[in-house]
């Protein structure tokens, strides 16, 4: 397994982005993953890890690189800003296209607050073949000016699938069944999954009050069954 860090330059600011990328001279798809607030820590490596095990070329950026040092996670949300985020997804896309001449379709996956950023990029970003929310917040709400990321669902052009926990209050159920009523207002291929006694960040490993095992295997055997069938034949 080949894993590494590279820098890329959006709108004037050096953003790193975490790759991982098959060795083997074969067509294969890439998946772009969204962090969560902690930033491209060991959880966010382990995921780009997992899906280069399974031949995936992958890329991780990381978002909060407009940002300085020492700030606190509700410091850098109210610093967010969709358009900026649109810009990072934007270049981490071309950093793994440019470094891989195998490339095919691409997926994009994001958790917690990545997995807003997740929603968003499929919405802007024209040319996804699939994407997966796990438990994405602030999905009803702007980061910025303009339309909110729900309201951005017309430009959803790939099935989307989203996984949540009952208990969890960002995004609350209510919350998903509003996500849920406007894609299907739209006509737009979706799935959501739902795990009782479960709240936020429950594939988070390193975290044992959140982490739910059961729920955790359960999402991601979905998730890589969701991008085999979506990405693959399509490659």
Same mark, same amino acid.
């Given at each position: 397994?080949?894993?590494?860090?590279?820098?890329?330059?959006?709108?004037?600011?050096?953003?790193?982005?975490?790759? =991982?990328?098959?060795?083997?001279?074969?067509?294969?798809?890439?998946?772009?993953?969204?962090?969560?607030?902690?930033?491209?820590?060991?959880?966010?490596?382990?995921?780009?890890?997992?899906?280069?095990?399974?031949?995936?070329?992958?890329?991780?950026?990381?978002?909060?690189?407009?940002?300085?040092?020492?700030?606190?996670?509700?410091?850098?949300?109210?610093?967010?800003?969709?358009?900026?985020?649109?810009?990072?997804?934007?270049?981490?896309?071309?950093?793994?296209? =440019?470094?891989?001449?195998?490339?095919?379709?691409?997926?994009?996956?994001?958790?917690?607050?990545?997995?807003?950023?997740?929603?968003?990029?499929?919405?802007?970003?024209?040319?996804?073949?699939?994407?997966?929310?796990?438990?994405?917040?602030?999905?009803? /709400?702007?980061?910025?000016?303009?339309?909110?990321?729900?309201?951005?669902?017309?430009?959803?052009?790939?099935?989307?699938? =989203?996984?949540? =926990?009952?208990?969890?209050? @960002?995004?609350?159920?209510?919350?998903? @069944?509003?996500?849920?009523?406007?894609?299907?207002?739209?006509? /737009?291929?979706?799935?959501?999954?739902?795990?009782?006694?479960?709240?936020?960040?429950?594939?988070?490993?390193? @975290?044992?009050?959140?982490?739910?095992?059961?729920?955790?295997?359960?999402?991601?055997?979905?998730?890589?069954?969701?991008?085999?069938?979506?990405?693959?034949?399509?490659?």
């Amino acid at each position: 397994m080949t894993t590494r860090w590279e820098t890329t330059t959006v709108n004037g600011s050096p953003m790193r982005v975490y790759l =991982g990328i098959p060795d083997r001279p074969r067509r294969h798809p890439g998946i772009i993953v969204a962090q969560h607030g902690s930033g491209v820590d060991a959880f966010l490596q382990d995921v780009v890890h997992r899906l280069h095990r399974e031949g995936y070329a992958v890329a991780a950026p990381e978002l909060f690189h407009r940002q300085p040092e020492g700030l606190g996670l509700t410091e850098r949300l109210v610093l967010m800003r969709d358009d900026d985020l649109v810009a990072d997804i934007s270049a981490a896309i071309a950093v793994l296209r =440019g470094l891989d001449p195998h490339l095919g379709t691409l997926g994009v996956v994001g958790f917690c607050m990545g997995g807003r950023v997740s929603y968003l990029a499929a919405c802007a970003i024209p040319g996804f073949k699939a994407a997966a929310v796990f438990y994405g917040g602030n999905i009803l /709400k702007a980061w910025g000016d303009g339309p909110t990321a729900l309201e951005r669902s017309e430009g959803l052009d790939c099935p989307l699938i =989203g996984f949540f =926990g009952a208990e969890d209050k @960002n995004p609350s159920p209510e919350d998903v @069944n509003l996500i849920h009523q406007e894609l299907a207002r739209l006509g /737009k291929w979706h799935e959501f999954h739902s795990y009782q006694d479960t709240g936020h960040a429950f594939l988070s490993f390193g @975290n044992p009050d959140r982490y739910r095992p059961r729920a955790a295997r359960g999402a991601w055997g979905e998730l890589l069954a969701f991008f085999d069938d979506r990405l693959w034949d399509a490659a």
